[in-house]
């Protein structure tokens, strides 16, 4: 396909998500490769300066357990959450705070964007409780309400906002929360019309290790109760489940490296998995 070819198509897609609101979710393994980054960064750039509203939730899961190490912290995992004591979510902070999300918001402005880094403590943005279950995880925390008032004012002053998955209880506890979790949920209270999951994998793979490029929310329920979805795609395809089953339209799940954002979101074919009400 010729060039010129390629634009014309994109054309189409920047005029049909003008103005939409676009939820990413970084998974924390994108993060610590400074290629992948500056590549996201910049397609996220790009999606602003065509209209479109890009908001980032960022995992950092990978840096989390490199600083856990660091304090001789050992980490626990129960069912794939992270067994979280004060000291841990003092580290989780540290993390996710004070370098995980500078980090984004630097290499975004580096590239010409204007990204504004926040919390889910940020005006009460995820307002939360500690999660119920049978096993104490400690601060580990369910969303409860989203007050999207303070993103909706960053998105129409042309800002994009980076948020780290950190929510807050009434009582002002920081609680961890699942940053799969909470983009989903963001993603839905913004009314966005796609949620994107940008992770270290090509896409949702089938039983014989193919790409699956479309999926619908019943076929993603499927792969995960066949235990063809594993460890950490299984949250991933949850939380896309829910947000197009509350309304999203649609939500990928790509590799977050080489431009691929913008080649999944400006392209008919795609690059990565879509999920979907219909396949």
Known sequence: MKVSDVLIDALEYMKKFRDHVFVIKLGGEVMVDAKALDSVAQDIILLSYVNIKPVVIHGGGVEITRAMDRFGKKPQFVKGLRVTDEE???????????????????????????????????????LSEKKKGEIDLGLVGEIKEINVGLIKILLERGYIPVI????????????????????????????????IILTSVDGVWDKDKKLIEK??????????????AKEGMIPKLKASIYAVDNGVAAAHIIKGDDHRLIEEIFTARGIGTMVSKAK
Do not use: C
């Open 215 to 228: 999926l619908s929310t019943k076929e993603a329920g499927k792969l995960i109760e066949k235990k063809v």
């Open 88 to 126: 841990t979510m003092e580290i989780v902070e540290m993390v996710l705070l004070g370098k995980t999300n500078s980090q984004i918001v630097a290499s975004i402005s580096k590239h010409g964007g204007n990204a504004v880094g926040l919390s889910g403590k940020s005006a009460n943005l995820f």
């Open 164 to 195: 780290s998955p950190v929510g807050i209880t009434q009582e002002g506890t920081s609680l961890n929360i699942n940053a799969d979790t909470a983009a989903a949920k963001l993603a839905v209270e913004l009314k966005a019309s796609k949620f």
